[in-house]
């Protein structure tokens, strides 16, 4: 079965002229429809939509942007089917469907034929973080080869007990190849990431992945516990994907550790018995006796490769000077719409309370010796900036007199720090919380970063829980292809 790349976690799968797409981002950039901080699918890419064959489906494995992109399938034929897991979130499926297209909910572990593949489809493993809960993990297998190990596509999730069981139960041949995401998003220092821990001048701030070998942890986390998850991926060759995305640090470029061509050449150093590759878009690829091997490229898109060097350069020039990038704000700030940010705020502080008291993160607030454990420092840009602190006694937060940043880390034992318009601007579904992570947010905690305030976030405001701001982005979406159209 021929496997082609369409870049970050998006494939083409079976045959060449009617492949089943999987999470198709078609346009160079997503986002651009709501946010002034879109994101470049990367390694940059090449597309000329007129030349794509016609697939004989589309597969969205669940609803998060870099995966589900309302324009992309505007582009595609009104016949092509559209499959969804059971768990989709409806708004999803209405949105897809306002377009014209069929959305099917394929029932998991019931084998479907698309063209050339059969598609089943699985629930997530049970240790998947609550934002990713909704992922439906696809197994594809060549529909003339049914007995041999088809692609398991895993896709920011554990993997799936379910999958696991019917593999050992041999109702499914194992997996000839494991699709792996690497989303590590490495920052260097003087970049914050998403999931970074702030420290004052002069400390050392705490990383999400480590402090001295990110590269190898990332090949530790990605490749070998492919492996260690189950039996069934012994004798699995591993496919490298995922992280293919430039968030909007313009002066950085691409994350380090990105390129996952040159990480799975390191990995095929450090491992045996299997194969590592790491395709570039438009890269199609086949499981052979010995590995994976190129057999080809798509004839409808490929890489860039001007723009690849111009951001590889970027990237190299800015670790060279040991830049820093300061927090931006996404939203426009004037006094009216800061106004407006700090009412929407104070209405939705009772609900952020609730949220903070019934998380792992309010149970260790709990236990903390401080009265005041957690504050959200707000910045404004017409105005001083303004605090919320979280009174442990009386489980609501309370405002309370604003402290410098640095003098807040010192104050409080966690907190975020965020333009007030753009938290707003979330909180009424404008935005959606992985638009502000990293670039326009800054965070400290005391624990694990999976626990830390913005990892509760990504809980309590993501498409998980509150479908109803997501949709209020979908919407936009819908909006800017009714004005393109016109």
């Known amino acids: 079965m021929k496997i082609g790349f369409l870049g970050h976690n998006g494939f083409a799968l079976g045959a060449e002229d009617s492949p089943v797409l999987v999470d198709p981002i078609l346009y160079r950039r997503y986002g651009e429809e709501y946010t002034s901080s879109p994101v470049e699918i990367y390694p940059p890419r090449l597309i000329d939509v007129d030349r794509m064959p016609p697939p004989a489906a589309v597969i969205i494995s669940h609803e998060h942007s870099d995966h589900f992109h309302l324009p992309s399938l505007n582009k595609l034929d009104k016949s092509t089917p559209v499959i969804v ?3 989709m979130i409806d708004t999803v499926v209405d949105c897809i469907e306002s377009l014209g297209l069929t959305v099917t909910r394929l029932p998991f572990g019931e084998p479907t034929r698309f063209g050339s593949v059969i598609v089943t489809l699985f629930p997530p493993g049970p240790d998947t973080v609550l934002w990713e809960s909704r992922v439906s993990q696809v197994y594809v297998l060549d529909a003339s080869e049914p007995d041999r190990g088809g692609v398991f596509l895993g896709i920011d999730a554990a993997t799936s007990t379910d999958f696991i069981d019917a593999v050992s139960s041999g109702r499914l041949p194992a997996p000839g190849v494991v699709a792996m995401s690497n989303n590590a998003q490495v920052t260097p220092p003087g970049v914050f990431g998403s999931l970074d821990c702030y420290r004052p001048a002069g400390q050392t701030a705490v990383r999400y992945r480590g402090q001295g070998f990110p590269g190898l ?12 998850q189950s039996e069934i991926f012994r004798g699995a060759h591993i496919l490298l994907c995922g992280g293919g995305f430039l968030k909007d640090y ?3 470029g691409p994350f380090p550790f990105s390129e996952q061509q040159e990480m799975a050449r390191l990995a095929k150093q450090l491992v045996r018995h299997m194969d590592v590759v790491g395709p570039v878009p438009g890269d199609v690829v086949e499981v052979r006796e010995h590995g994976i091997e190129k057999v080809g490229e798509l004839s409808w898109l490929g890489v860039d490769h001007d723009r690849f060097a111009e951001l590889i350069h970027r990237r190299e020039s800015f ?3 040991r830049d820093s990038i300061a927090m931006r704000c996404i939203e426009n700030a004037d006094e009216e719409s800061e106004d407006a940010a ?3 705020i ?9 949220v903070l008291l ?21 910045k404004y840009l017409t105005r001083p900036d303004r605090s919320f602190r979280f009174d442990l006694a009386a489980g609501a937060f309370e405002e309370a007199a604003d402290l410098p940043l640095d003098d807040s880390v010192a104050a409080y034992p966690e907190g975020i720090f965020i333009h007030a318009v753009d938290f707003a601007a979330v909180l009424r579904g404008d935005l959606q919380y992985w638009d502000v992570v990293g670039i326009a947010m800054r965070t400290w905690f005391d624990g694990d970063a999976l626990s830390s305030p913005v990892a509760l976030f990504y809980d309590a405001l993501g498409e ?9 982005v979908y919407q936009q979406q819908l909006e800017y292809l009714e004005k393109e159209n016109a």
Request: glycine share 4%; charged share 25%.
């Open 85 to 87: 897991g059971p768990t």
């Open 217 to 228: 942890d990332i090949l530790g986390e990605v490749v070998a516990s492919a492996v260690e």
């Open 250 to 252: 313009e002066q950085m």
């Open 319 to 321: 670790l060279a000077r």
């Open 342 to 344: 700090l009412a929407c």
């Open 346 to 354: 104070e209405r939705e502080l009772t609900y952020l309370s609730r």
């Open 358 to 378: 019934l998380s792992d993160f309010g149970r260790r607030m709990a236990v903390s010796p401080s009265a005041h454990p957690f504050v959200l420092k707000l």
């Open 464 to 472: 998980q829980v509150r479908p109803d701001l997501s949709c209020r």
